[in-house]
């Protein structure tokens, strides 16, 4: 199976910025590449993943702003 991720625009990959989301979609490309999946994540620029050999995850990096997430804004900040 061909399987795309997107990942979240919150921060670069490996950068800890995205917390769980982060966490999750690495390690489920991770799980379903060595499962024989071939696995591809589209991130922000400047993200890591782990690609233990020429079959784990692909990585396409991608340029653009980074958002900042809404739970560290103040109440009446404009979104």
Do not use: K, N, W, Y
């Not at 990959?13 to 499962?35: K, M, N, P, Q």
């Not at 922000?44 to 050999?53: E, F, H, M, T, Y």
Request: aromatic share 2%; no cysteine.
């Amino acid at each position: 199976m061909r399987i795309v991720f997107l990942s979240t625009s919150v921060g670069p990959l490996g950068s800890g910025i995205g917390g769980g989301v982060e966490l999750t979609l690495r390690t489920l490309a991770h799980g379903l590449s060595l499962r024989g999946h071939h696995v591809t994540v589209v991130a922000p620029r400047g993200s890591v993943i782990d690609r233990a050999d020429a079959d784990g995850p692909r990585l396409i990096e991608v340029d653009g702003e980074m958002h900042v997430p809404s739970q560290t804004l103040a109440r009446s900040a404009e979104l």
